[in-house]
Protein backbone atom coordinates (compact mmCIF):
# COMPACT_ATOMS: atom_id res chain seq x y z
CA UNK A 1 0.00 0.00 0.00
CA UNK A 2 1.40 3.52 -0.62
CA UNK A 3 1.33 5.68 1.80
CA UNK A 4 -1.60 8.14 0.32
CA UNK A 5 -4.06 5.22 0.34
CA UNK A 6 -2.43 4.09 3.73
CA UNK A 7 -3.20 7.45 4.98
CA UNK A 8 -6.80 7.60 3.62
CA UNK A 9 -7.15 4.22 5.04
CA UNK A 10 -5.94 5.25 8.72
CA UNK A 11 -8.47 7.72 7.81
CA UNK A 12 -11.53 5.86 7.23
CA UNK A 13 -11.13 3.92 10.13
CA UNK A 14 -11.28 6.91 12.68
CA UNK A 15 -14.12 8.30 10.89
CA UNK A 16 -15.94 4.89 11.55
CA UNK A 17 -15.10 4.60 14.59
CA UNK A 18 -16.82 7.92 15.14
CA UNK A 19 -19.90 6.82 14.10
CA UNK A 20 -20.31 5.40 17.06
CA UNK A 21 -22.36 7.06 19.87
CA UNK A 22 -20.39 8.41 22.30
CA UNK A 23 -20.55 11.09 23.87
CA UNK A 24 -19.10 14.68 23.26
CA UNK A 25 -17.37 16.21 26.30
CA UNK A 26 -19.22 18.96 26.05
CA UNK A 27 -22.75 17.23 26.38
CA UNK A 28 -21.13 15.20 29.44
CA UNK A 29 -20.21 18.88 30.89
CA UNK A 30 -24.11 19.50 30.28
CA UNK A 31 -25.06 16.95 31.89
CA UNK A 32 -23.76 17.75 35.16
CA UNK A 33 -22.06 13.72 34.99
CA UNK A 34 -19.95 13.46 38.34
CA UNK A 35 -17.84 11.06 37.19
CA UNK A 36 -16.22 10.97 33.79
CA UNK A 37 -16.72 7.38 31.70
CA UNK A 38 -14.22 4.86 31.92
CA UNK A 39 -12.85 5.64 27.87
CA UNK A 40 -11.55 9.12 29.39
CA UNK A 41 -9.51 7.48 32.36
CA UNK A 42 -5.55 7.23 31.85
CA UNK A 43 -3.97 4.64 33.33
CA UNK A 44 -2.38 6.09 36.91
CA UNK A 45 0.71 6.05 35.95
CA UNK A 46 -0.09 8.17 32.91
CA UNK A 47 -1.97 10.76 34.57
CA UNK A 48 -0.99 14.19 34.78
CA UNK A 49 1.13 14.69 37.61
CA UNK A 50 1.05 18.46 38.93
CA UNK A 51 3.71 20.56 37.13
CA UNK A 52 6.71 21.10 39.16
CA UNK A 53 6.57 24.82 41.08
CA UNK A 54 9.62 26.16 39.39
CA UNK A 55 10.36 29.58 39.12
CA UNK A 56 10.53 29.35 35.35
CA UNK A 57 8.18 30.15 32.99
CA UNK A 58 8.26 30.30 28.76
CA UNK A 59 10.90 33.34 26.68
CA UNK A 60 7.86 35.79 25.91
CA UNK A 61 9.35 37.69 23.27
CA UNK A 62 8.55 41.56 22.05
CA UNK A 63 8.96 41.74 18.26
CA UNK A 64 8.57 45.14 18.34
CA UNK A 65 11.39 46.67 16.57
CA UNK A 66 12.25 44.10 14.04
CA UNK A 67 13.29 46.76 11.24
CA UNK A 68 15.79 47.96 13.62
CA UNK A 69 19.16 45.98 12.61
CA UNK A 70 20.42 45.99 15.91
CA UNK A 71 17.14 45.05 17.33
CA UNK A 72 16.62 42.56 15.24
CA UNK A 73 19.93 41.03 15.94
CA UNK A 74 18.92 40.42 19.50
CA UNK A 75 15.45 39.35 18.62
CA UNK A 76 16.61 36.15 16.54
CA UNK A 77 19.12 35.33 19.01
CA UNK A 78 16.17 35.28 21.53
CA UNK A 79 13.77 32.94 19.21
CA UNK A 80 16.56 30.68 18.26
CA UNK A 81 17.78 30.38 21.99
CA UNK A 82 13.76 29.24 22.79
CA UNK A 83 13.72 27.32 20.15
CA UNK A 84 16.68 25.72 21.16
CA UNK A 85 16.22 25.18 24.85
CA UNK A 86 11.83 25.01 24.99
CA UNK A 87 10.97 24.94 21.27
CA UNK A 88 8.12 27.07 22.74
CA UNK A 89 7.92 30.87 23.09
CA UNK A 90 5.25 33.49 23.51
CA UNK A 91 5.04 37.08 21.45
CA UNK A 92 4.27 40.26 22.23
CA UNK A 93 3.87 43.31 19.69
CA UNK A 94 3.42 40.38 16.85
CA UNK A 95 1.44 42.93 14.43
CA UNK A 96 -1.95 41.26 14.59
CA UNK A 97 -4.35 43.97 16.31
CA UNK A 98 -5.98 42.72 19.46
CA UNK A 99 -8.92 43.61 18.30
CA UNK A 100 -8.93 41.01 15.52
CA UNK A 101 -7.78 38.34 18.42
CA UNK A 102 -10.98 39.39 20.35
CA UNK A 103 -13.06 38.79 17.10
CA UNK A 104 -11.63 35.24 16.34
CA UNK A 105 -11.75 34.16 20.45
CA UNK A 106 -15.61 35.55 20.02
CA UNK A 107 -16.94 33.75 17.31
CA UNK A 108 -15.10 30.59 18.15
CA UNK A 109 -16.94 30.73 21.66
CA UNK A 110 -20.27 31.54 19.46
CA UNK A 111 -19.98 28.77 17.82
CA UNK A 112 -18.98 25.92 20.18
CA UNK A 113 -22.65 27.73 22.29
CA UNK A 114 -24.51 26.63 19.26
CA UNK A 115 -26.75 22.89 20.45
CA UNK A 116 -24.70 20.41 19.64
CA UNK A 117 -27.02 19.63 16.71
CA UNK A 118 -26.43 22.17 14.89
CA UNK A 119 -22.40 22.20 15.31
CA UNK A 120 -23.20 18.96 14.14
CA UNK A 121 -25.20 19.79 11.36
CA UNK A 122 -22.63 22.59 10.11
CA UNK A 123 -19.38 21.03 10.37
CA UNK A 124 -19.94 17.28 10.18
CA UNK A 125 -16.97 15.51 10.59
CA UNK A 126 -15.81 13.80 7.25
CA UNK A 127 -12.80 12.47 5.74
CA UNK A 128 -10.64 15.82 4.69
CA UNK A 129 -7.54 16.22 2.78
CA UNK A 130 -5.17 14.23 5.48
CA UNK A 131 -7.50 14.17 7.94
CA UNK A 132 -10.52 14.56 9.69
CA UNK A 133 -11.84 17.88 9.70
CA UNK A 134 -15.41 18.79 10.78
CA UNK A 135 -16.34 19.26 14.65
CA UNK A 136 -16.43 16.25 17.21
CA UNK A 137 -13.78 14.00 18.41
CA UNK A 138 -10.58 13.43 17.41
CA UNK A 139 -8.12 11.10 17.56
CA UNK A 140 -10.02 8.36 18.76
CA UNK A 141 -8.33 5.48 17.05
CA UNK A 142 -8.83 2.10 18.50
CA UNK A 143 -11.15 0.60 21.22
CA UNK A 144 -7.82 0.64 23.98
CA UNK A 145 -6.93 4.49 22.44
CA UNK A 146 -8.03 6.85 26.00
CA UNK A 147 -10.22 9.44 24.94
CA UNK A 148 -9.13 13.33 25.50
CA UNK A 149 -11.43 15.38 27.53
CA UNK A 150 -11.77 17.92 24.35
CA UNK A 151 -14.16 18.43 21.51
CA UNK A 152 -12.56 20.39 18.62
CA UNK A 153 -13.66 21.81 15.54
CA UNK A 154 -10.90 21.77 12.42
CA UNK A 155 -10.46 22.79 9.03
CA UNK A 156 -8.07 24.23 6.68
CA UNK A 157 -7.59 28.07 6.34
CA UNK A 158 -5.73 28.30 3.43
CA UNK A 159 -4.24 27.92 0.92
CA UNK A 160 -7.78 28.44 -1.53
CA UNK A 161 -7.69 24.99 -2.83
CA UNK A 162 -7.90 22.69 0.75
CA UNK A 163 -10.06 25.38 2.71
CA UNK A 164 -13.52 24.84 1.55
CA UNK A 165 -15.53 27.27 3.04
CA UNK A 166 -18.35 26.25 2.65
CA UNK A 167 -17.64 23.89 5.28
CA UNK A 168 -16.42 26.18 7.67
CA UNK A 169 -19.57 27.41 10.30
CA UNK A 170 -22.40 29.16 9.06
CA UNK A 171 -23.28 30.70 12.66
CA UNK A 172 -21.88 33.34 13.53
CA UNK A 173 -22.51 35.02 10.65
CA UNK A 174 -19.26 37.11 10.78
CA UNK A 175 -17.10 33.40 11.40
CA UNK A 176 -16.08 32.97 8.07
CA UNK A 177 -14.92 36.80 7.48
CA UNK A 178 -13.53 36.85 10.75
CA UNK A 179 -11.43 33.40 10.03
CA UNK A 180 -10.33 34.41 6.50
CA UNK A 181 -8.56 37.74 8.16
CA UNK A 182 -7.26 36.10 10.75
CA UNK A 183 -5.87 33.52 8.32
CA UNK A 184 -4.14 36.32 6.73
CA UNK A 185 -2.48 37.95 9.17
CA UNK A 186 -1.34 34.44 10.50
CA UNK A 187 0.68 33.58 6.99
CA UNK A 188 1.77 37.06 7.26
CA UNK A 189 3.00 36.69 11.29
CA UNK A 190 4.82 33.06 10.30
CA UNK A 191 6.44 34.45 7.17
CA UNK A 192 8.30 36.93 9.84
CA UNK A 193 8.88 34.38 12.38
CA UNK A 194 10.23 31.77 9.27
CA UNK A 195 12.63 34.04 8.32
CA UNK A 196 13.67 35.10 11.98
CA UNK A 197 14.46 31.43 12.68
CA UNK A 198 16.27 30.59 9.41
CA UNK A 199 18.67 33.43 10.61
CA UNK A 200 18.55 31.56 13.84
CA UNK A 201 20.10 29.02 12.33
CA UNK A 202 22.53 31.20 10.40
CA UNK A 203 20.57 30.09 7.19
CA UNK A 204 19.45 32.13 4.51
CA UNK A 205 16.70 34.47 5.85
CA UNK A 206 14.59 33.12 2.98
CA UNK A 207 15.24 29.58 3.66
CA UNK A 208 13.00 27.95 5.71
CA UNK A 209 10.01 30.04 3.62
CA UNK A 210 11.31 28.32 0.02
CA UNK A 211 10.73 24.81 1.36
CA UNK A 212 7.05 25.51 0.20
CA UNK A 213 5.88 28.30 -1.90
CA UNK A 214 1.91 27.33 -0.87
CA UNK A 215 1.70 25.46 2.56
CA UNK A 216 -0.98 24.42 4.11
CA UNK A 217 -2.48 26.55 6.78
CA UNK A 218 -4.86 24.42 9.02
CA UNK A 219 -7.14 25.56 12.15
CA UNK A 220 -8.12 23.79 15.23
CA UNK A 221 -9.95 25.40 17.73
CA UNK A 222 -9.94 23.15 20.81
CA UNK A 223 -12.77 23.15 23.46
CA UNK A 224 -12.50 22.04 26.76
CA UNK A 225 -15.20 22.17 28.80
CA UNK A 226 -14.79 21.87 33.09
CA UNK A 227 -13.81 18.35 33.91
CA UNK A 228 -15.20 16.46 37.37
CA UNK A 229 -12.21 14.70 37.70
CA UNK A 230 -9.39 16.48 36.14
CA UNK A 231 -6.41 14.36 37.67
CA UNK A 232 -7.49 11.60 35.61
CA UNK A 233 -7.53 12.26 32.49
CA UNK A 234 -5.90 14.19 29.59
CA UNK A 235 -7.18 17.71 28.23
CA UNK A 236 -4.77 16.74 24.82
CA UNK A 237 -2.83 13.80 25.15
CA UNK A 238 0.93 14.15 25.56
CA UNK A 239 2.31 15.18 21.58
CA UNK A 240 4.48 17.27 19.57
CA UNK A 241 2.85 18.95 16.85
CA UNK A 242 3.93 16.97 13.44
CA UNK A 243 3.83 20.24 11.31
CA UNK A 244 6.68 23.12 10.93
CA UNK A 245 5.12 26.12 13.14
CA UNK A 246 2.20 26.29 15.49
CA UNK A 247 0.91 29.86 16.34
CA UNK A 248 -1.79 29.09 19.63
CA UNK A 249 -3.74 31.84 20.71
CA UNK A 250 -5.37 31.41 24.25
CA UNK A 251 -8.09 32.41 26.04
CA UNK A 252 -6.48 33.35 28.94
CA UNK A 253 -7.11 30.10 31.00
CA UNK A 254 -4.31 27.94 32.54
CA UNK A 255 -4.20 24.32 30.71
CA UNK A 256 -1.36 24.27 28.57
CA UNK A 257 1.81 22.58 29.46
CA UNK A 258 5.33 21.76 28.09
CA UNK A 259 7.55 19.59 28.78
CA UNK A 260 11.46 20.44 29.38
CA UNK A 261 14.46 18.65 30.95
CA UNK A 262 12.00 15.84 31.63
CA UNK A 263 9.93 18.23 33.75
CA UNK A 264 6.23 19.53 32.83
CA UNK A 265 6.08 23.73 33.04
CA UNK A 266 2.63 25.26 32.88
CA UNK A 267 2.14 28.00 30.21
CA UNK A 268 1.25 31.55 32.19
CA UNK A 269 -0.99 33.14 29.61
CA UNK A 270 0.14 36.64 28.60
CA UNK A 271 -2.36 39.26 27.58
CA UNK A 272 -2.30 39.78 23.90
CA UNK A 273 0.34 37.26 23.37
CA UNK A 274 0.47 34.04 21.25
CA UNK A 275 2.49 31.25 21.74
CA UNK A 276 4.71 30.17 19.05
CA UNK A 277 5.84 25.97 18.77
CA UNK A 278 8.68 24.44 16.96
CA UNK A 279 6.77 21.17 15.16
CA UNK A 280 8.75 18.07 14.34
CA UNK A 281 9.39 18.93 10.42
CA UNK A 282 11.05 22.27 11.55
CA UNK A 283 13.30 19.68 14.46
CA UNK A 284 14.30 18.10 10.99
CA UNK A 285 15.32 21.04 9.18
CA UNK A 286 17.20 22.39 11.70
CA UNK A 287 18.83 19.47 12.18
CA UNK A 288 17.90 18.82 15.65
CA UNK A 289 18.89 21.92 16.63
CA UNK A 290 15.19 23.20 17.17
CA UNK A 291 13.43 21.48 19.64
CA UNK A 292 9.65 20.46 18.56
CA UNK A 293 8.50 19.69 22.26
CA UNK A 294 6.50 17.50 23.74
CA UNK A 295 3.03 19.46 25.28
CA UNK A 296 -0.35 18.97 26.55
CA UNK A 297 -2.91 20.11 28.14
CA UNK A 298 -4.82 19.67 31.34
CA UNK A 299 -8.55 19.83 31.82
CA UNK A 300 -9.63 21.65 34.73
CA UNK A 301 -12.85 21.78 37.52
CA UNK A 302 -14.48 25.07 37.36
CA UNK A 303 -13.55 26.58 33.61
CA UNK A 304 -14.30 26.53 30.01
CA UNK A 305 -11.10 27.17 27.75
CA UNK A 306 -10.71 27.58 24.53
CA UNK A 307 -7.46 26.85 22.54
CA UNK A 308 -6.98 28.21 18.64
CA UNK A 309 -4.17 26.65 16.81
CA UNK A 310 -3.35 27.09 13.59
CA UNK A 311 -0.35 24.45 11.95
CA UNK A 312 1.84 25.36 9.32
CA UNK A 313 2.81 22.55 7.25
CA UNK A 314 4.28 22.20 3.52
CA UNK A 315 2.19 20.51 0.71
CA UNK A 316 2.82 16.62 0.42
CA UNK A 317 5.76 15.85 -2.22
CA UNK A 318 7.50 18.33 -0.30
CA UNK A 319 10.74 16.53 0.71
CA UNK A 320 12.16 17.25 4.82
CA UNK A 321 15.64 17.24 5.77
CA UNK A 322 18.11 19.05 7.79
CA UNK A 323 19.31 22.27 5.57
CA UNK A 324 22.54 20.74 3.82
CA UNK A 325 23.85 23.85 5.35
CA UNK A 326 23.41 22.70 8.58
CA UNK A 327 25.32 19.00 7.77
CA UNK A 328 28.88 18.88 8.49
CA UNK A 329 31.56 15.94 9.85
CA UNK A 330 30.67 17.25 13.15
CA UNK A 331 27.10 17.29 12.44
CA UNK A 332 26.14 14.38 10.62
CA UNK A 333 22.15 14.44 9.69
CA UNK A 334 20.39 13.46 12.49
CA UNK A 335 17.00 12.28 10.18
CA UNK A 336 16.36 10.53 7.75
CA UNK A 337 14.52 13.08 4.71
CA UNK A 338 10.88 12.41 4.48
CA UNK A 339 8.31 13.75 1.78
CA UNK A 340 6.05 15.85 3.97
CA UNK A 341 2.86 13.58 3.42
CA UNK A 342 4.66 10.51 4.70
CA UNK A 343 5.34 12.32 7.83
CA UNK A 344 1.71 13.20 8.06
CA UNK A 345 0.60 9.60 7.90
CA UNK A 346 2.35 8.29 10.16
CA UNK A 347 1.49 10.70 12.59
CA UNK A 348 -1.77 10.55 12.24
CA UNK A 349 -2.30 6.79 12.23
CA UNK A 350 -0.56 5.80 15.10
CA UNK A 351 -1.84 6.19 18.53
CA UNK A 352 0.99 8.30 19.24
CA UNK A 353 2.37 10.09 22.52
CA UNK A 354 5.10 11.94 22.90
CA UNK A 355 7.85 11.76 20.19
CA UNK A 356 7.49 8.47 18.77
CA UNK A 357 7.12 9.24 14.93
CA UNK A 358 10.13 11.39 15.14
CA UNK A 359 12.04 9.00 16.76
CA UNK A 360 11.37 6.59 14.49
CA UNK A 361 13.64 8.54 11.45
CA UNK A 362 16.47 9.16 13.51
CA UNK A 363 19.36 7.53 11.25
CA UNK A 364 21.72 6.49 14.30
CA UNK A 365 19.20 5.60 17.39
CA UNK A 366 22.24 4.77 19.45
CA UNK A 367 23.73 7.82 19.14
CA UNK A 368 20.89 9.75 20.17
CA UNK A 369 19.73 10.47 23.84
CA UNK A 370 17.47 14.00 23.91
CA UNK A 371 15.33 14.05 20.50
O1 LIG B 1 -4.90 23.56 24.16
C1 LIG B 1 -3.71 23.76 24.15
O2 LIG B 1 -3.18 24.67 24.79
C2 LIG B 1 -2.79 22.84 23.36
C3 LIG B 1 -3.31 22.54 21.99
C4 LIG B 1 -2.37 21.72 21.18
O3 LIG B 1 -1.29 21.39 21.59
C5 LIG B 1 -2.75 21.27 19.83
O4 LIG B 1 -3.92 21.50 19.42
O5 LIG B 1 -1.88 20.69 19.13
FE1 LIG C 1 -0.01 20.66 19.96
Known sequence: MDSSSAAMDALLKQFERLQKPIDLVQTLHERQVKEVPARY??????????????????????????????QRFTIVSKIAQASQEWGFFQIINHGIPLSLLESVKGVSQDFFHLSLEEKRKQCPVRPGIHMLEGYGRFFDISDDTVLDWVDALVHYISPEWAKAVEHWPKTPSTYRETYEKYGEEIMGLIEKLLGLLSEGLGLDPNYIQTLDKEPLL??????????????????????????????????GVDGLQVRKDEQWFTVVPVPGSLIINIGDLLQIVSNGKYKSAEHRAVANTNENRMSIVMFLSPQDDVLIGAAPDLIDEAHPSLYKAIKAEEYGTVYMSQDVQGKGPLAALLIDQAKQVNV
Open 41 to 70: ILPSDQRPSPPLQVQQSLPVIDLAGLEDID
Open 218 to 251: QLRINYYPPCPQPDLVNGLRPHSDGDLLTVLLDD
